[in-house]
């Protein structure tokens, strides 16, 4: 069974622009959960998608979105992108909704903001 | 105090030994608790979960959880280098719909 997958792998901004991450579940998995991790804080819980619906939320800025569709693929969007936005951005899938299901993270995306 | 505590480490265990990673956290209900290792430029990959009380084994790796003492960690045995990484703690805290991670504990394993 294919793991979960990330694309891009590697993105360069500039402050004030916009990205867009993908990402795509292993298959029969119908949560997705994104993170932020940076060396300084570690791994952060952005939101997690559950039936193209944003179950939960973590500790963001409107800034940060996302959503899911009919195929659990998800995506995620930073508009007006800040330096301090540079990180490893991860999904992790899942079978079901909510912290007691075992997540398995794709490979993430490393952005840097300049 | 932190939500999920880990020692940050550098622990350094001989191979073949056994590794203990501790991890504390401060939710009395919490319900899930999950084992994930890091390597370095790498994605969290995960280990084992675990969700009630006692010893759970996997191989070379045994999860153990006290829910009175609010613990849980992980035994490494016949540790290789290998497994040389950072461990991080995953707990659901005050809800089940978050994990909250620890900082992770880097492992070295010295050949």
């Known amino acids: 069974k294919a793991g979960v997958t990330q694309t891009p792998r590697y993105l360069i901004k500039t402050r004030g622009q916009q990205v867009t991450l993908s990402c795509s579940p292993i298959?029969?998995?119908?949560?997705v959960s994104w993170y932020q991790q940076t060396p300084g804080q570690g791994l952060q819980f952005l939101f997690e998608y559950f039936s193209e619906t944003q179950r939960n939320k973590g500790n963001f800025p409107g800034r940060f979105s996302g959503r899911q569709f009919s195929n659990s693929r998800s995506e995620m969007n930073v508009s007006t992108l800040e330096l301090g936005d540079s990180a490893l951005y991860l999904c992790?899938?899942?079978?079901?909704?909510?912290?007691?299901?075992?997540?398995?993270f794709g490979p993430g995306t490393r952005l840097t903001v300049t | 105090q932190k939500e999920v505590e880990q020692n940050s480490g550098p622990l350094s265990v001989p191979e073949g030994a056994i590794a203990s990673l501790n991890c504390t956290y401060s939710?009395?209900?919490?319900?899930?608790f999950f084992w994930y290792r890091q390597y370095s430029g790498k994605s969290p990959e995960l280990i084992m979960s675990?969700?009630s009380n006692g010893d759970k084994e996997d191989g070379r790796f045994t999860a153990q959880l006290n829910k009175a003492s609010q613990y849980v960690s992980l035994l490494i045995r016949d540790s290789q280098p290998s497994d040389s990484a950072t461990y991080l703690c995953a707990v659901n805290i005050y809800s089940n719909y978050q994990l909250i991670w620890g900082a992770g504990t880097k492992l070295i394993i010295k050949p």
């Open positions: 675990i969700y």
């Open positions: 939710d009395r209900v919490s319900q899930s």
């Open positions: 992790a899938s899942s079978l079901g909704q909510g912290a007691g299901y075992e997540q398995y």
């Open positions: 298959s029969g998995h119908r949560s």
